[in-house]
C-alpha cells in the first residue's frame, strides 16, 4: 500500500517567512497530489490539485510543485491568517491523506 | 455554489449503528461522487468510500469494508454513510466532501465540504 508521508509534522514561522512542506509517495503518483488548509474547528479547503494548481480563489502565495514522488507546498510570505494544518492527498487512486503539518506563527 | 448540509451530531452506544446524510444544493448532484471522510479528536483526514449517485455503487476503504455503508437517493439530492458496530475509536467528525472530476470515486479530489457531524461512541 501506498504510504503518505508529510513533513515537519510542525513548524513554526515568522510573519513574511517563507514556508516549505513537504509530502512523500512511497511510490509514484504522477501529479495525483491535492494539498488542502484546515483551520482550527474548519472544515478543509482545497488549495492545490494535479501538484500544482491553484485553486480558484486562493491566494498567489500558496504554490504548490513535484511530482512522482516528492512534493511540496510553499507560502511564500507566511501570514497570520495562514495558521492552519496542511493535508496532502494522493488520488492516483483511492484517495490517502498525509498526516498533516501544523503552522503557527512564532 | 455547491452547498453540503449533513445531519447533526449523534451519541451512540458501542456496537450500534449510525448513519449520517448529506444534502446537496446549488449543483448537478448525480454526476459528482460524494466521498466520506473521517477525523478523529486530534488527529489526520481518512477517506471512508464514496459514491456517485447516477451509477449508485459505491467504493469503499479497505479498511470500513463490511462495517460501511454508502448511499445515495437523487431524487432528494441525498447521500448517506451508515457505519455499524461502533466502537469507541469510531468517535470523530464525519465529513461528506464532493469529488471535484466528474463520474470518479478513487481517482479524485475534493472542493466542496459539508460542516462536519461529530458522532460520540461512548457507553
Known amino acids: 500500500d501506498i504510504q503518505m508521508t508529510q513533513s515537519p509534522s510542525s513548524l513554526s514561522a515568522s510573519v513574511g517567512d517563507r514556508v516549505t512542506i513537504t509530502c512523500r509517495a512511497s511510490?509514484?503518483?504522477?501529479?495525483?497530489l491535492a494539498w488542502y488548509q484546515q483551520k482550527p474547528g474548519k472544515v478543509p479547503k482545497l488549495l492545490i490539485y494535479?501538484?500544482?494548481t491553484l485553486q480558484s480563489g486562493v491566494p498567489s502565495r500558496f504554490s504548490g510543485s513535484g511530482s512522482g514522488t516528492d512534493f511540496t507546498l510553499t507560502i511564500s510570505s507566511l501570514q497570520p491568517e495562514d495558521v492552519a494544518t496542511y493535508y496532502c492527498?494522493?488520488?492516483?487512486?483511492?484517495?490517502?491523506f498525509g498526516g498533516g503539518t501544523k503552522v503557527e506563527i512564532k | 455554489q455547491v452547498q453540503l448540509v449533513q445531519s447533526g451530531a449523534e451519541v451512540k452506544k458501542p456496537g450500534s449503528s449510525v448513519k449520517v446524510s448529506c444534502k446537496a444544493s446549488?449543483?448537478?448532484?448525480?454526476?459528482?461522487?460524494i466521498s466520506w471522510v473521517r477525523q478523529a479528536p486530534g488527529q489526520g483526514l481518512e477517506w471512508m468510500g464514496g459514491?456517485?449517485?447516477?451509477?449508485?455503487?459505491?467504493n469503499y476503504a479497505q479498511k470500513f469494508q463490511g462495517r460501511v455503508t454508502i448511499t445515495a437517493d437523487e431524487s432528494t439530492s441525498t447521500a448517506y454513510m451508515e457505519l455499524s458496530s461502533l466502537r469507541s475509536e469510531d468517535t470523530a467528525v464525519y465529513y461528506c466532501?464532493?469529488?471535484?472530476?466528474?463520474?470518479?470515486?478513487?481517482?479524485?479530489?475534493?472542493?466542496?465540504w459539508g460542516q462536519g457531524t461529530l458522532v460520540t461512541v461512548s457507553s
Open positions: 446549488g449543483g448537478t448532484f448525480s454526476s459528482y461522487a
Open positions: 511510490q509514484g503518483i504522477s501529479n495525483y
Open positions: 492527498q494522493k488520488y492516483n487512486s483511492a484517495p490517502l
Open positions: 459514491i456517485i449517485p447516477i451509477f449508485g455503487t459505491a
Open positions: 466532501a464532493r469529488g471535484r472530476l466528474r463520474f470518479l470515486v478513487e481517482g479524485n479530489y475534493f472542493d466542496y
Open positions: 494535479a501538484a500544482s
